[in-house]
């Protein structure tokens, strides 16, 4: 069974920023590929960040040159980064993970850009 727990969300101001994590466990594939998506109220779910197990990282073009991830192996945990935050950026960011035909998702944490 694999599970990740997310954390890190809260309010900020515009241009500021937040670090999220995604702490996963379990029997995880040496092939995967791990990210995250978001969704804003009355919107649907999107894309943000994805890296592969070969680090491969694709970003969005919304948050490309603002948004970092990144990974600490030894902790099975993801990080993004998320700096110059916008009003626009607010969402709930739902953190993946993907192998062997099978995606699991993290239980999401809430994201506000607000004065």
């Known amino acids: 069974q694999v599970q990740l727990v997310e954390s890190g969300g809260g309010l900020v101001q515009p241009g500021g920023s937040l670090r999220l994590s995604c702490a996963a466990s379990g029997s995880i594939f040496s092939t995967y590929v791990m990210g995250w998506y978001r969704q804003a109220p009355g919107k649907q779910r999107e894309y943000v960040v994805s890296t592969t197990s070969a680090s491969i990282t694709v970003y969005a073009d919304s948050v490309k040159g603002r948004f970092t991830m990144s990974r600490d192996n030894a902790k099975n945990t993801a990080y993004l980064q998320m700096n110059s935050l916008k009003p626009e950026d607010t969402a709930v960011y739902y953190c993946?993970?993907?192998?062997?035909?099978?995606?699991?998702w993290g239980q999401g944490t809430q994201v506000t850009v607000s004065s």
């Open positions: 993946y993970i993907s192998f062997k035909g099978s995606t699991y």
